[in-house]
């Protein structure tokens, strides 16, 4: 077969395997400025604005969306009003409650202003201001001379001078990512507001109703919403918590949509998605499934049945553990729904086809061979050992589940940082990451009680020391078995957050000569985390020289097979868009929205399915007021579509054409968890709480008329 020929038969083979395989024009996680790509399909889906809208984000409705550092959210007032998931903000009702004051139980409502409460410590709000390409100055410098480590710590020193530019101007915080491996950088400017109340949030038999059972489940029943408040000192300035700070006035907000979403209709969401590994090659593919996620998932199970044990009868530690007892259990049923996923459409055979056809359009071709050939080899070797590596790490990180101890570590690295000048610090050791490192230090005075970590801790060594003695630390074990669990917990001081704050401003000679328990175990564990740290950098930079050129020519290829590319989810900004639309799964069928009806045949008045006494009673007495669903002729609780979104979507605003706000995304389906992978377009559905429910919620039931006027909705109740 001559060349042009293979390369047709190559072409054709791929294109069927695309449209069997992977896509529909709504797939793909979009940065705004690839909107020009994509713009006519979003039309053609159904988007009415202009899609080149889509690319300012100094206007409506991108200026809206915001980051909460981890989850997503949005601008829906004109007074700094915050919508965004109840799990978002799930670690501020947490930090507000203690017994008899359980706002985790029964909810929260500011009737006022000056009721809104401070959220918990570390709370930001992150409005975006630009994004530009700054591939050039991360690239200054950079060479194939440069081995692994010198290369990554040139990266680095590049990347921490841009941020250091950007962060001149006053209250922005400012952060670099890599885009196709690091063929690319993109510098992303927000407005960092450090002054964050917990304004509102519906009981948990709302904002949490079929809990765990139904996480990841369809139908879903869950009011997943709640509101912050961004706010600022007077002159409009960003500083932290103060009594007459006031609200912040955003640029643009979002309207609430009159009519909400129907069957078929077109959807778009906005926001931060974490990660990704779509990109991925196939060897790494074939490690994740075959042992990284199975021994997570094994961790994460064991660590949610631990800290339930541990918690059982004592409601004060239920409260403080929650958030993380959320989190584990969260993450384990994801990776069960990957580890399923993969073998249900048979991932490793679908990487490894589309990475045979790439390699060999590459090996087709001497020139493409020249300039890509080596860049694959070399990003299989580094794969291979860098595999190797992160099962000895989820082991190795299993100590910081002792909060003091990971406290002590921090406060060490940091007095070993700041010997040196800011610029030459780690980052996150540098200046700029002290307010953050405090709020992560007080944090803990919420979420910690001794008894308690301690066992979590005494089964984390057990784990640990399932590591073969070479990968353990010999000084850790050593030091730790000199002052025993019993001295460990009753000798520190660190767990008071005074005391812990106040080692802060300690030089590394006043560690290095403490008695402290959880400080001697700090110190003795800083040579092997420095060694394992420059060992994980070298890695790091061999695979960015490595993988940049790979995707270079994946690029290309796609290019040239008329496959457009975005890049993995990195916590940057992305739109993405679908159709409200149900799903036929094995001899189900799973109908686009559920009902206030179906909520109550779920509810049991027991456990995770006990909705309010009120909501019961509204839903008994079919008092829906204008919150009802036409086509549907009741009230509509949640929706699902076909938009692509990950973990850090969580919080975003879903939009219809015109803009409008009509939800917000909190869930997938377990099945469609896979295509953090690999997209599937018949198995990824997105989950998101209707707006209608939400108004109808804070209406009829919660009594927030003064939030919904500051919305431009006119309550049917008088609050």
Same mark, same amino acid.
């Given at each position: 077969m001559n060349s042009n020929l293979k390369c047709l038969a190559q072409a054709t083979a791929i294109a069927l395997l695309w449209t069997v395989t992977a896509t529909t024009a709504d797939e793909g996680m979009w940065m705004p400025g690839q909107t020009a790509e994509v713009g006519a399909a979003m039309r053609?889906?159904?988007?009415?604005?202009?899609?080149?809208?889509?690319?300012?984000?100094? #206007?409506?409705?991108?200026?809206?969306? /915001? @980051?909460?550092?981890?989850? =997503?959210?949005?601008?829906?007032?004109?007074?700094?009003? /915050?919508?965004?998931?109840? $799990?978002? /903000?799930? +670690?501020?009702?947490?930090?507000? @409650?203690?017994? +008899?004051?359980?706002?985790?139980?029964?909810?929260?409502?500011?009737? @006022?202003?000056?009721?809104?409460?401070?959220?918990?410590?570390?709370?930001?709000?992150? *409005?975006?201001?630009?994004?530009?390409?700054?591939? #050039?100055?991360?690239?200054?410098?950079?060479?194939?001379?440069?081995?692994?480590? #010198?290369?990554?710590?040139?990266?680095?020193?590049?990347?921490?001078?841009?941020? #250091?530019?950007?962060?001149?101007?006053?209250?922005?915080?400012?952060?670099?990512?890599?885009?196709?491996?690091?063929? =690319?950088?993109?510098?992303?400017?927000?407005?960092?507001?450090?002054? *964050?109340?917990?304004?509102?949030?519906?009981?948990?038999?709302?904002?949490?109703?079929?809990?765990?059972?139904?996480?990841?489940?369809?139908?879903? $029943?869950? +009011?997943?919403?709640?509101?912050?408040?961004?706010?600022?000192?007077?002159?409009?300035? @960003?500083?932290?918590?103060?009594?007459?700070?006031?609200?912040?006035?955003?640029?643009?907000w979002l309207r609430i949509a009159r009519e909400g979403v129907q069957e078929g209709d077109f959807v778009m969401v906005a926001g931060f998605p974490a990660t990704t590994n779509r990109l991925r090659t196939a060897g790494e593919v074939r490690f994740n499934f075959a042992h990284y996620e199975p021994l997570l998932q094994h961790l994460l199970s064991d660590y949610a049945a631990q800290i339930k044990q541990a918690t059982v009868g004592n409601r004060d530690a239920q409260i403080r553990y929650a958030p993380i007892l959320r989190g584990v259990e969260n993450y384990e049923k994801k990776l069960a729904g990957d580890l399923a996923g993969a073998d249900a459409i048979g991932l490793n055979a679908r990487k490894a086809n589309e990475e045979k056809a790439y390699r060999d359009w590459v090996a087709d071709d001497p020139a493409r061979q020249a300039r890509y050939g080596a860049a694959i080899r070399e990003l299989d070797a580094v794969v291979a050992e860098n595999s190797r590596a992160s099962l000895e790490g989820l082991r190795q990180a299993l100590l910081d589940r002792a909060q003091i101890l990971s406290s002590a570590r921090t406060l060490y690295r940091w007095a070993k940082e700041h010997e040196k000048p800011d610029e030459d610090r780690e980052s996150g050791f540098q200046d700029r990451d002290r307010n953050g490192t405090v709020d992560q230090l007080r944090q803990i005075e919420r979420g910690y009680l001794p008894d308690i970590d301690r066992k979590l801790f005494e089964a984390a060594l057990d784990e640990y020391r399932r590591l073969d003695a070479k990968d353990r630390d010999t000084a850790f074990e050593t030091a730790l078995d000199q002052i025993g669990l019993d001295r460990l917990y009753a000798d520190t001081k660190l767990a008071d957050t005074a005391t812990r704050l106040g080692w802060l401003c300690k030089p590394a000679t006043a560690f290095e000569a403490s008695d402290d328990p959880f400080i001697k175990l700090a110190v003795a564990l800083y040579p092997g985390d420095i060694a394992a740290e420059r060992a994980a950098k070298d890695r790091a930079g061999l695979r960015q020289a490595a993988r940049a050129t790979y995707m270079q020519g994946l690029r290309a290829y796609r290019h040239a097979i008329g496959r457009p590319v975005y890049p993995d989810a990195n916590g940057s900004l992305r739109i993405t868009w679908g159709k409200v639309t149900g799903r036929t799964r094995d001899g189900q069928i799973w109908t686009p929205f559920t009902t206030a009806e179906g909520l109550l045949a779920k509810h049991t008045g027991k456990g995770e399915f006990d909705a309010p006494d009120a909501a019961v009673a509204a839903i008994r007495a079919k008092d829906y007021g204008p919150y009802v669903a036409p086509a549907l002729g009741t009230l509509p609780v949640d929706f699902m579509s076909t938009v692509d979104i990950t973990n850090g979507n969580s919080g975003s605003a879903t939009l219809n054409g015109r803009g409008e706000f009509v939800g917000l995304a909190f869930d997938g389906t377990l099945e469609g968890v896979i295509s953090d992978w690999a997209p599937d377009a018949d198995r990824n559905r997105s989950i998101h709480v209707d707006s209608r429910f939400m108004l109808w919620t804070m209406d009829k039931i919660d009594g927030a008329g003064r939030l919904l006027k500051e919305m431009g909705v006119r309550p049917a109740s008088r609050s």
């Amino acid at each position: 077969m001559n060349s042009n020929l293979k390369c047709l038969a190559q072409a054709t083979a791929i294109a069927l395997l695309w449209t069997v395989t992977a896509t529909t024009a709504d797939e793909g996680m979009w940065m705004p400025g690839q909107t020009a790509e994509v713009g006519a399909a979003m039309r053609a889906d159904g988007l009415q604005i202009d899609p080149a809208q889509l690319r300012r984000l100094d #206007a409506d409705p991108l200026n809206a969306i /915001v @980051s909460l550092g981890g989850c =997503s959210a949005s601008f829906v007032s004109p007074q700094g009003l /915050v919508a965004t998931n109840h $799990h978002c /903000v799930f +670690g501020s009702i947490q930090y507000n @409650s203690k017994e +008899g004051q359980d706002y985790l139980t029964n909810g929260f409502l500011a009737k @006022s202003l000056g009721e809104e409460l401070a959220a918990a410590p570390g709370s930001r709000i992150y *409005v975006i201001e630009d994004m530009r390409d700054v591939t #050039a100055g991360m690239l200054k410098g950079v060479s194939d001379k440069l081995n692994g480590f #010198a290369r990554n710590e040139r990266l680095d020193t590049n990347r921490k001078a841009l941020i #250091a530019a950007c962060e001149e101007q006053p209250n922005r915080r400012c952060d670099v990512a890599a885009y196709y491996g690091g063929a =690319s950088y993109y510098l992303q400017q927000k407005l960092e507001i450090q002054d *964050v109340r917990l304004v509102y949030a519906p009981a948990l038999g709302i904002g949490r109703f079929g809990g765990e059972k139904d996480n990841w489940m369809w139908p879903r $029943h869950t +009011g997943d919403f709640g509101f912050y408040r961004a706010y600022v000192a007077p002159d409009g300035s @960003s500083r932290p918590y103060a009594r007459d700070n006031v609200p912040y006035r955003p640029k643009s907000w979002l309207r609430i949509a009159r009519e909400g979403v129907q069957e078929g209709d077109f959807v778009m969401v906005a926001g931060f998605p974490a990660t990704t590994n779509r990109l991925r090659t196939a060897g790494e593919v074939r490690f994740n499934f075959a042992h990284y996620e199975p021994l997570l998932q094994h961790l994460l199970s064991d660590y949610a049945a631990q800290i339930k044990q541990a918690t059982v009868g004592n409601r004060d530690a239920q409260i403080r553990y929650a958030p993380i007892l959320r989190g584990v259990e969260n993450y384990e049923k994801k990776l069960a729904g990957d580890l399923a996923g993969a073998d249900a459409i048979g991932l490793n055979a679908r990487k490894a086809n589309e990475e045979k056809a790439y390699r060999d359009w590459v090996a087709d071709d001497p020139a493409r061979q020249a300039r890509y050939g080596a860049a694959i080899r070399e990003l299989d070797a580094v794969v291979a050992e860098n595999s190797r590596a992160s099962l000895e790490g989820l082991r190795q990180a299993l100590l910081d589940r002792a909060q003091i101890l990971s406290s002590a570590r921090t406060l060490y690295r940091w007095a070993k940082e700041h010997e040196k000048p800011d610029e030459d610090r780690e980052s996150g050791f540098q200046d700029r990451d002290r307010n953050g490192t405090v709020d992560q230090l007080r944090q803990i005075e919420r979420g910690y009680l001794p008894d308690i970590d301690r066992k979590l801790f005494e089964a984390a060594l057990d784990e640990y020391r399932r590591l073969d003695a070479k990968d353990r630390d010999t000084a850790f074990e050593t030091a730790l078995d000199q002052i025993g669990l019993d001295r460990l917990y009753a000798d520190t001081k660190l767990a008071d957050t005074a005391t812990r704050l106040g080692w802060l401003c300690k030089p590394a000679t006043a560690f290095e000569a403490s008695d402290d328990p959880f400080i001697k175990l700090a110190v003795a564990l800083y040579p092997g985390d420095i060694a394992a740290e420059r060992a994980a950098k070298d890695r790091a930079g061999l695979r960015q020289a490595a993988r940049a050129t790979y995707m270079q020519g994946l690029r290309a290829y796609r290019h040239a097979i008329g496959r457009p590319v975005y890049p993995d989810a990195n916590g940057s900004l992305r739109i993405t868009w679908g159709k409200v639309t149900g799903r036929t799964r094995d001899g189900q069928i799973w109908t686009p929205f559920t009902t206030a009806e179906g909520l109550l045949a779920k509810h049991t008045g027991k456990g995770e399915f006990d909705a309010p006494d009120a909501a019961v009673a509204a839903i008994r007495a079919k008092d829906y007021g204008p919150y009802v669903a036409p086509a549907l002729g009741t009230l509509p609780v949640d929706f699902m579509s076909t938009v692509d979104i990950t973990n850090g979507n969580s919080g975003s605003a879903t939009l219809n054409g015109r803009g409008e706000f009509v939800g917000l995304a909190f869930d997938g389906t377990l099945e469609g968890v896979i295509s953090d992978w690999a997209p599937d377009a018949d198995r990824n559905r997105s989950i998101h709480v209707d707006s209608r429910f939400m108004l109808w919620t804070m209406d009829k039931i919660d009594g927030a008329g003064r939030l919904l006027k500051e919305m431009g909705v006119r309550p049917a109740s008088r609050s």
